[in-house]
């Protein structure tokens, strides 16, 4: 009798403090449904205070001016404290043709980031600083 109301009582705990049921939905949010499917993480880094994430979005068909139809893209670049309740940032750069990260260094509580771009034969280097606060270029 103790062992089936053992088991009885264990069930019930384990059943009770389960997920409650799964909701799935559709979205229909156009603007995050281009996002969500163009967008790719090109760097991440975090030091003792800050992290820093930098995402590449691609920009409409055509945008880059060639006759082929490809296309510059954004830079969003995402920079958080580590904290309970951390202030956070999102900067949006751009556009850029063929961006590269080519470094991120952080130093001075904030990061340093080089980001090179442009066609092959031509491309150009542009160094930026992010804090909580503001991206700059320097």
């Not at 053992?6 to 019930?12: A, I, K, P, Q, R």
């Not at 799935?24 to 949010?29: E, L």
């Not at 995050?32 to 991440?44: D, P, T």
């Amino acid at each position: 009798m103790k062992v089936l109301f053992v088991l009885l009582f264990c069930s019930s705990v384990i059943l009770s403090s389960g997920q409650s049921d799964i909701v799935i939905n559709k979205s229909k949010d156009a603007d995050l449904i281009r996002l969500l499917n163009s967008i790719s993480l090109v760097k991440s880094d975090s030091s003792e205070d800050l992290s820093i994430s930098i995402f590449k979005v691609a920009n409409e068909p055509g945008s880059a001016g060639y006759p082929n139809g490809e296309t510059t893209e954004n830079l969003f670049v995402a920079i958080s404290e580590h904290d309970e309740y951390p202030e956070q940032s999102l900067f949006e750069i751009g556009p850029f043709y063929n961006p590269k990260v080519i470094s991120c260094l952080y130093k001075d509580h904030r990061f340093e980031f080089i980001v090179k771009y442009g066609p092959a034969d031509r491309r150009k280097e542009v160094k930026f600083v992010v804090t909580i606060r503001e991206l700059k270029e320097i």
